[in-house]
């Protein structure tokens, strides 16, 4: 309020000035133009000429500031309303053409961005938020109208699309211009034209303004209301002494905080994310910049560079051509797997990250273990900095790459270190997946197969339609099982109430406990998709031994892992302990411990459904796992 008083009067005394200016000065300006239009002399050089002037003074508007809405309804004042209209949206149109270059442009063409910095963040601040219902409203809103344009070219809103949507709220916005210009006669049009320019925003200025005050008096009212809290003792107040006056209770009152958190992230799917045609990551980062240039630091895998050792320069010089006096690009390539997943990998890229600030980016490029590594890095540094996911493998974008998890392998046990933080963004590249090996392709679709038997019996059957074009990596199918897998991933993270695992039931859990253990004895040798693939298969037929899952649902789901082209054994199975039993048991406990002190496993009821277990029958799990032995040597039906 004390800020809004001075403003107001500013505002009024600008008005006032502007007003009494055109009430003298108005018959000068008209008999100027009508000078003008004397010397052409024919009435159809006169129309081309205003019309011509008409057009340029609508499409300079984006970049002197001309009064547009005057010179719009001038026209209306001179022709017919149709014609008058059709000149208008001309006009219009064609400088909302050039705000959009300028947008797409702006650094070719104002070297000296530093003086122009103000102007180019407003723009970039309301391309958060612009999308097409947006683009219409503000055309039709003076100021927001140019700075809309400008925002549209430098997230690279699609051209087309731009042009029919600009079009066609100028031509309603050419409409009324003219239809005013046609009811506008007699003395001082132009100041009736400027005073209606000028009340309407006024208007709504105001009223948003005793809006903001009503609202924020509300708030404050509220949240005296919610934060205040009584102390059962006598309070007295002697100029600046305050005293407690104990009574027999020697204790405060116990207080409570209690808030909500809402987090919101996107998982894109694109093909060559750093193509300079390509505006997919700039959409992303370009609404969140700031009055300096800010970091990025991009982390590559290992794998993903040997295969692309161009890659490197390919994301300079798209950082380079989009926004170079914006983002400062800064390039890194470690190793990658499992093996990566360790404090010593951690130490080393906090140390890169120590240049960065919590506005700057990571964004990560590589297998879900690189991702977790990474994420655990983001979510500690200075307490949480943003992170922009990019997934190189199957297993990471339809699994690790989109799920709220990050962290590393300690005291021998797989993530015992780790975070709950969700990224900025997830982007799928399909691209990225050209050159992975077969059997990194295979290990992903076990992620697909785990969560189709747990949440979609629709998705099973599907699994088994396609297993030829799937085991072929057909990459329609491929695709699609990709997607539906992280389409399922994310419904559960989302729609579960429990994002970040505080109770015990864990369904994305299934087939896991024996996973992450021959894992670990397999020194990560093993992928994850293969040692998850064999341990749906040992939970399946633990699940046939108590009479939960029927025969001929066990065989639908050993005939899916293998029909992808999996093992359904592995050397570490036969791995035992002193007094000979199996090692991979001991991952039952172990899975015990990361959960918090209770056993809870997913076992099948059904394709499609299951049962939190809180006791593993021993006996029938280490019958399980010699069936499962004997099934892999082909010695018994399954």
Request: glycine residues 8%.
């Amino acid at each position: 309020m004390t800020l809004f008083r001075p403003v107001l009067g500013i505002i009024m005394l600008v008005m006032s000035f502007i007003i009494v200016s055109f009430f003298s000065f108005e018959n000068i300006i008209i008999d100027v133009i009508n000078e003008l239009i004397v010397l052409l002399h024919s009435a159809e050089q006169q129309k081309a000429w205003i019309s011509f002037f008409v057009i340029g003074a609508l499409i300079l508007d984006i970049i002197f500031p001309i009064p547009s809405s005057l010179v719009a309804v001038y026209i209306g004042t001179e022709f017919d309303l149709l014609f008058a209209a059709g000149i208008i949206w001309i006009g219009l149109t064609l400088g909302a053409i050039l705000g959009y270059g300028l947008g797409r442009g702006i650094y070719n063409l104002f070297p000296n961005l530093d003086r122009k910095k103000h102007q180019l963040n407003k723009a970039i601040i309301l391309s958060k938020s612009l999308d097409e219902a947006a683009l219409i409203l503000m055309r039709g809103i003076p100021v927001m109208a140019e700075t809309s344009v400008i925002a549209a070219g430098l997230i690279k809103f699609s051209f087309i699309r731009f042009v029919i949507l600009t079009s066609l709220a100028n031509a309603g916005i050419a409409l009324v211009y003219a239809y005013v210009g046609s009811q506008v006669s007699g003395g001082y049009s132009l100041l009736m034209v400027l005073v209606a320019s000028i009340v309407l925003p006024s208007l709504a200025l105001g009223i948003k303004c005793i809006f903001d005050i009503v609202i924020r008096q509300e708030k404050r009212g509220q949240s005296a209301n919610k934060y205040a809290f009584f102390l059962k003792k006598d309070i007295g107040i002697n100029n600046k002494v305050i005293e407690l006056k104990q009574s027999e209770s020697n204790h405060l009152d116990t207080l409570s905080a209690q808030f909500k958190m809402s987090y919101c992230y996107k998982v894109l799917t694109t093909e060559n994310t750093f193509s300079v045609d390509n505006s997919i990551l700039m959409a992303l980062m370009g609404p969140t910049v700031l009055d300096y240039k800010q970091k990025v630091l991009c982390v590559i895998d290992q794998g993903v560079y040997e295969h692309r050792p161009d890659f490197t320069q390919k994301i300079e010089s798209y950082f380079s051509q989009q926004l170079p006096l914006i983002f400062d690009c800064q390039i890194k390539v470690i190793q990658g797997g499992e093996a990566c997943k360790t404090q010593a990998q951690l130490n080393r890229i906090i140390e890169c990250m120590k240049p960065l600030d919590r506005h700057s980016w990571v964004i990560a490029i590589g297998g879900g273990a690189l991702l977790d590594c990474i994420g655990f890095a983001c979510a500690i540094f200075h307490r949480g900095i943003r992170l922009i996911r990019m997934p190189s493998t199957v297993l990471a974008q339809n699994d690790a790459g989109i799920g709220v998890k990050n962290g590393i392998n300690f005291f021998q046990q797989k993530n015992f270190l780790g975070s709950f933080t969700p990224p900025f963004a997830v982007i799928n590249d399909v691209e990225l997946l050209s050159s992975l090996s077969k059997r990194d392709k295979r290990a992903g679709l076990a992620e697909a197969v785990k969560v189709a038997l747990i949440k979609d019996p629709a998705f099973f059957i599907w699994l088994e339609t396609n297993l030829e074009s799937l085991n072929q990596f057909d990459l329609v199918a491929t695709r699609y099982a990709i997607q539906r897998c992280a389409q399922c991933h994310i419904a559960h993270i989302t729609q579960n109430g429990d994002p970040f695992e505080r109770g015990n039931g864990r369904p994305l859990d299934y087939g896991h406990w024996s996973a992450h253990k021959m894992e670990n004895l397999s020194d990560y040798q093993i992928r994850h998709g293969e040692a998850v693939a064999i341990g749906i298969v040992l939970d399946a037929l633990y699940a046939q031994k108590m009479a939960w899952l029927s025969e001929e649902k066990v065989y639908r789901i050993i005939n899916v892992i293998q029909g992808l082209g999996f093992e359904l054994w592995h050397h570490t199975l036969d791995m035992e302990d002193d007094e000979a039993e199996p090692l991979v048991i001991q991952g039952l406990e172990e899975f015990r411990q990361h959960l918090g002190g209770k056993l809870s496993i997913p076992i099948l009821t059904d394709i499609g459904a299951f049962c939190n277990v809180d006791m593993v029958d021993m006996s029938k799990m280490k019958g399980a796992l010699k069936q499962l032995k004997y099934c892999s040597l082909g010695e018994v039906s399954c």
